[in-house]
């Protein structure tokens, strides 16, 4: 059997499910690569295909015949760089086309939150290793601010008065299945996913209150703090730096341009908070 040249990872994730899920609607033939095949979404014209993000004889034939790659980053973890290099390495050698990888807004070296530093490098190893690519850098996903509000309507941080261009994970997934349809438009390009706007905490608490009914208000917690209130739940310490440092790069302006780039590649506005609101509740 001839595998299909196009190959998805992340599928068991929501962001890798729903890309795989816009490709099979569009009648696209893919390879979903999974850690477990027998997890992996059954959809037509999808083939599982057991793969890890290592550069084993495992993943480099899983690779094999691939022409165009959507890569998700991996699960949180201390080893998480290393594995995206590894992966990258077994594509490089099984001769993949083309990478789109689905990276960090504002992905630098100094970046203040700490993943996106991790971002940034596994973009450099990708652009060292030769095969063309595509960087997709999404904003904070707006999905997840509700459930960042404490049991006593707290919304805590130290994000000051800062702004975040926050978008939704159903927007990205539409812009990644967009690119994944025409990828050679978008060869070498950089494109930074947002919402339509850029809202301070207290914004943000205050939508929530008005759409869900819900009493909420923000504190603008210390650093010392934050570390403080998140010692609740035991963690490794890079952990708790990346909590903390999603909101102290918030304060520190790096999350706040709005970009067009998911209307100017879906033809569609992004959702806005209050959107994403509207439709939960509904």
């Known amino acids: 059997m001839t595998l299909p040249a196009l190959a998805v990872t992340g599928s068991t994730g929501h962001i890798g ?24 979404p059954t959809l037509p014209g999808a083939v599982a295909v057991r793969s890890s993000y290592e550069n084993t004889e495992e993943s480099r034939a899983s690779l094999a015949g691939v022409d165009l790659l959507f890569m998700v980053s991996g699960s949180e973890s201390a080893e998480r760089l290393n594995q995206h290099r590894a992966f990258i390495d077994a594509a490089a050698a099984a001769e993949v086309g ?12 100094d970046a203040t939150f700490t993943l996106a530093r991790d971002h940034w490098a596994t ?19 707006t999905d997840f601010f509700s459930a960042m509000v404490g049991d006593d309507g707290v919304l805590r941080g130290p994000a000051g008065n800062g702004r975040v261009a926050s978008v939704t994970r159903a927007d990205v997934a ?30 943000i608490a205050q939508t ?18 934050a570390y403080e209130s998140r010692r609740a739940w035991e963690a490794p310490q890079w952990h708790y730096d990346a909590w903390v440092s ?37």
Do not use: C, M, W
Request: proline fraction near 5%; avoid cysteine.
């Open 123 to 141: 973009e450099q190893h990708i652009i060292a290793s030769g095969v063309p690519f595509t960087f997709l850098r999404d904003n904070f996903y």
């Open 208 to 225: 929530i209150t008005e759409i869900t009914g819900r009493s909420v208000s923000y504190h603008n917690e210390t650093v010392e703090e």
């Open 174 to 203: 539409r812009v990644a299945a967009t690119v994944l349809q025409s990828p050679t438009e978008h060869i070498g390009q950089t494109y930074d996913l947002t919402g339509p706007e850029a809202l301070t905490f207290d914004d």
């Open 17 to 40: 499910g729903l890309v795989a899920a816009h490709l099979a609607d569009a009648g696209v033939a893919q390879r979903i690569l999974a850690r477990t095949p027998e997890k992996a």
């Open 246 to 282: 999603t909101y102290t790069a918030i304060a520190a302006g790096e999350l706040v341009p709005v970009s067009g780039d998911v209307e100017r590649i879906t033809g569609r506005q992004p959702e806005s908070l209050r959107d994403f609101l509207t439709q939960e509740r509904e």
């Open 98 to 109: 083309h990478i789109v990888y689905l990276s960090f807004f504002g992905a630098a070296p």
